[in-house]
């Protein structure tokens, strides 16, 4: 296993506020997306592996070094924090020469380092010359984008990306980001929009409560919640006769119905779905669609935090 | 970045203005007094009075809005070290009020020289070693607190107005960490002469410790201190 961040035992509280409570989980190279409902602790998570928190009690080591005061291992991470804030009064180009220069980048070669990230995070040059104060949410984010990999980092973190953008700019930074996991970047990113996450990411950790519910594979994480039924939904003509139909075959925990669909509860889906040739055949339905709505990382997620 | 900031055709207005007000008021409160004030306002009422309140408002205020706006998150994740950034902090605050102080001492000069007022070069030299030395400390002292706390500024007050003359007044040496007390003997010397090097080199030799012992503090607290980010806080 190539786990690029470890946490072993993890807490941090502020004060007697609870952060993350003895999490432990690794994450492996790639692109993995940090999910959970607001105060679950990924904030928490993040300034810890950012070295901004030290933990209270356990360990967590990123690219194999502990990241408290250790400038070193900050130059291999690029990180982009959820808070839209950012130096109004500036223009990006010099506010990420002044970044890129603390990053350790001779400063006659900041502004090319600078110009290079904003065309990457799809800036449009036209908007270079303008105060910050005067950009949309999406041209903030691709500031925030651009700072935190101008400086190639082997681990890229962040923190709600998503935010403000459109369908299309969301699109935009997906592509960028998958762009720089196929050039080696590992991405950790964490988002609300879970169905972007969706496509984006190989691995997931699930945060709720300070508490880490499940890390791995979509799959593997799926598997942790057999024992809650799978929810299908039907399009049909006649929903209440399949619905009873099904009913009477004792494969369905329960259901509900209106005039155009019908939403199972299935306790053993693979035998479900073995069986459903023969179950419609007999039901003299019309069946116009079924999809098993606990593919999607919405659904786990919704289990997982309940 | 903030140097940069300073670099625009607005700072270059507003600092013509400011030099304009004080070389006419400076000239208007002298030709209307009875009695030479010139000295009086431009140590009293500049150095010792307006100067320390100015840099204590100034001195954090750079490192308290990044921190109030949360955009230090930005400057924190850099391979750099905590100290480094408190320092570069000190010194991007240092330029700002060493351009403002610059400016002002500038046009008191100037209508000193004018009033006939400035007769050496040593009196030109020993007011802006004041100044300078004023401005460094205060910074110094107000970053210090602004290290601690948001509420820099009335902390930073409470200790111009309290600590400095109580400090300054103990019988024992102690006192010498008054920067107030430090510098009312030596802004003295530019009117009285007298050019002792106990009055003109030692007491720019105390000032420069309490600025680095206030340095090396505000810098202790800065990297160990973790800051909740946010508004007001």
Redesign the interface.
């Known amino acids: 296993m190539n786990a690029i961040i470890e946490a072993k035992e993890l807490s941090c509280f502020y004060g007697i506020v609870l952060g993350l409570n003895n999490v432990t989980f690794d994450i492996e190279a790639g692109i993995t997306g940090l999910v959970g409902p607001n105060g679950a602790g990924k904030s928490t998570l993040i300034k810890a592996i950012t070295g901004q928190l030290a933990p209270s009690s356990g360990t967590i080591s990123v690219l194999g070094a502990n990241p408290i005061n250790n400038p070193s291992l900050l130059a291999k991470i690029g990180y982009c924090p959820e808070r839209e804030q950012i130096r109004k009064e500036l223009k990006p180009i010099d506010w990420l020469r002044g970044l890129a220069s603390l990053s350790g980048i001779p400063w006659n070669e900041t502004r090319e380092v600078a110009e290079k990230a904003l065309q990457r995070a799809r800036l449009e040059s036209t908007h270079w010359g303008k105060r910050m104060g005067t950009y949309s949410k999406g041209m903030k984010q691709r500031v925030k984008l651009a700072q935190s990999i101008m400086h190639d980092p082997d681990l890229i973190i962040l923190d709600e990306p998503m935010n403000g953008l459109d369908p299309n700019g969301r699109a935009e930074i997906g592509e960028i980001l998958k762009e720089l996991n196929e050039q080696g970047k590992s991405i950790l990113v964490s988002s609300h929009i879970l169905h972007e996450l969706e496509f984006l990411c190989s691995r997931f950790l699930i945060l709720n409560w300070g508490r880490a519910l499940a890390s791995g594979s979509q799959i593997d994480i799926r598997e942790t919640v057999t024992e809650w039924p799978d929810e299908i939904a039907i399009r049909c003509n006649e929903p209440v006769k399949l619905a009873r139909h099904l009913q009477n075959q004792d494969l369905i925990r329960g259901f509900l119905a209106d005039d155009e669909s019908l939403k199972l509860w299935v306790s053993d889906p693979e035998s479900f779905f073995a069986n459903w040739p023969r179950l419609v055949s007999g039901s003299g339905v019309e069946i116009f669609e079924i999809r098993n709505q606990n593919q999607a990382l919405t659904s786990t997620f919704e289990r997982m935090t309940q | ?1 903030q140097i ?2 300073m670099m625009s055709v607005s700072t270059a207005v507003r600092y013509a203005i400011v030099f304009i007000a004080i070389s006419g008021l400076l000239a208007f409160i002298n030709a209307q007094s009875n009695r030479n004030v010139f000295w009086d306002i431009s140590n009293n009422l500049f150095v010792l009075g307006f100067l320390p309140y100015f840099c204590i408002v100034k001195g954090a205020e750079s490192l308290r809005s990044e921190l109030r ?3 230090i ?10 100290a480094s ?1 408190f320092f570069g902090f000190y010194l991007s605050s240092l330029a700002s009020t060493l351009a403002t102080t610059f400016i002002c001492v500038l046009a008191i000069l100037s209508t000193g020289l004018w009033l006939g007022e400035i007769s050496s070069f040593s009196q030109i030299a020993v007011y802006v070693g004041a100044c300078a030395a004023t401005t460094l400390s205060f910074s110094a002292i107000s970053i210090a607190i602004g290290s601690i706390t948001s509420k820099f500024i009335v902390f930073g007050i409470i200790y111009h107005t309290l600590i400095e003359k109580l400090v300054g007044q103990l019988p024992t040496s102690v006192r010498h960490l008054s920067v107030i007390g430090n510098l009312r003997p030596y802004l003295d010397s530019i009117t009285s002469g007298v050019s002792d090097s106990a009055i003109t080199i030692q007491p720019l030799f105390n000032i420069g410790l309490v600025s680095i012992v206030s340095l090396l503090l505000g810098a202790t607290l800065f ?1 160990w201190k ?1 800051y ?2 946010g508004s007001g806080k």
């Open positions: 970045m940069r900031e706006e949360g955009t998150e930005f400057l924190w994740t850099r391979p750099a070290r905590k950034l990297t973790s909740p980010f």
